[in-house]
């Protein structure tokens, strides 16, 4: 699969999940205190994401 969720420290050392695909980061998330915490997120993104609208400003 070329999509996938990855756990990585930024410089801080906070535990941030990035959402990936082909290599290639799409989006991430807040840097976490705990990694416990970042993969909550991968859950809540998992969870309520297929169902979010979007809201083209576009126009």
Do not use: C, R
């Not at 959402?19 to 991968?42: M, Q």
């Amino acid at each position: 699969m070329a999509h996938k969720f990855l756990i990585k420290k930024n410089k801080a050392g906070e535990f941030v999940a990035y959402f990936t695909y082909n290599g290639e980061s799409i989006f991430w998330t807040e840097g976490y205190s705990s990694k416990a915490s970042a993969k909550n997120a991968i859950e809540s993104i998992k969870k309520n994401g297929p169902d979010a609208e979007v809201d083209d400003q576009t126009d």
